[in-house]
């Protein structure tokens, strides 16, 4: 039988919750875990990461089947791997014909959508209950290994550190004090107005100048950093304009993936949107204060249960909205985690 093989088509935040389920079916078959997956950053995020063996990556699951090549050539590879337990961790049902059509029957598929929800549960702990589930067909079943905490935990390699190494030595940041913050999110650049209703996670870009300021007040001799992708790179321009401050340096037109990862470990604390690099910097116990627009915090919290990371929500008109956060109170959150005592 195949070894363990995991579903998740999610976005960059939601593959670093996922870990959390991979890790454990690792730690409970003793074999590397399968992915299909989704996103040009899967590989890069996840290929490194202890516990994870062959990635396989998919850009739609919606396309017709018999008009999709991508589709069909994961079908086969499936098929050439052979059948073996499947957790699948899609809300919708689009990747389970892929399975059938690979020959993992139903009964060898723990399926997400028939896990109900426990109050207040977080995506971390929901993983780690999938992780102890058996599908119908697996016989016997291997014991569960014992309970962890329900929070992410990602390793990194020598090689992204290296990589990191040589990024900021060649920006002449080697050995600074770092805050970096994330503004933009896959929603920011899709289309070209930033304020767009679509865009649940727009924080205007002078409140992220004020907290700038104040970060740079406190932090006076720290380099500050605007992380982001290359289509982010504009955005990052108007809020450096809006802080107007010195040593604030724009890297999102140079930040792959394993610079991203090590670098989130070294910063003092990030500022950001609820994004994928808020999951990475509180899987790697750096502060972080994370706003949320529309978002369940008690779901999405970043890093899962006990990780240092200040949520913020806020409402306008009595709707859930980010743009009712105001600038003082992230100031606030982020003062209080950059001045707690990382022993407690």
Known sequence: MARPLVMRCGAFGDMVLVTALIQQ????FGTPVDVITSGGWAR?????????GEIYTLTSRRTPYW???????????LRARGPGP????????????????????DALVCDTRHLPWLPGEHFVERWLRMA??????????????????AKVALDLTADEQHACDAWLARRGLADRTLVAFQAGN???????????ASNTKYWPEARWGEVIRGVRAALPDAALLLLGVPAEYALNADIAAAAGVGDLHNVADD???????????????LVSVDTGPAHVAAALDCPTVTLFGVA???????????????????EIDGATSILGIGAEAVLDAWLRLAQRDPNT
């Open 44 to 52: 890069p995020l996840l290929g490194p990461r202890a516990g994870v």
């Open 255 to 269: 930040l792959p993936i394993p610079v991203l990862l090590p670098l989130l470990g070294r910063c003092h604390s």
């Open 25 to 28: 079916l690792h730690a409970r």
């Open 296 to 314: 369940d915090p008690q779901r999405f919290r970043p890093g899962g249960i006990g990780t240092p990371v200040a949520v913020l929500t806020g």
């Open 186 to 196: 896959k929603r920011t650049m899709r289309g070209l107005f930033r304020r767009r």
């Open 67 to 77: 008009l999709d090549r991508e589709q069909r050539a994961l079908v086969q590879q």
């Open 132 to 149: 102890a589930l058996d599908p119908p067909a697996l016989s016997p079943p291997p014991p569960p290994p014992p309970p962890r905490a």
């Open 86 to 105: 499947a957790w699948y961790c899609d809300g919708g049902g689009h990747g389970r014909a892929l399975l059938r059509r690979a020959g993992i029957a």
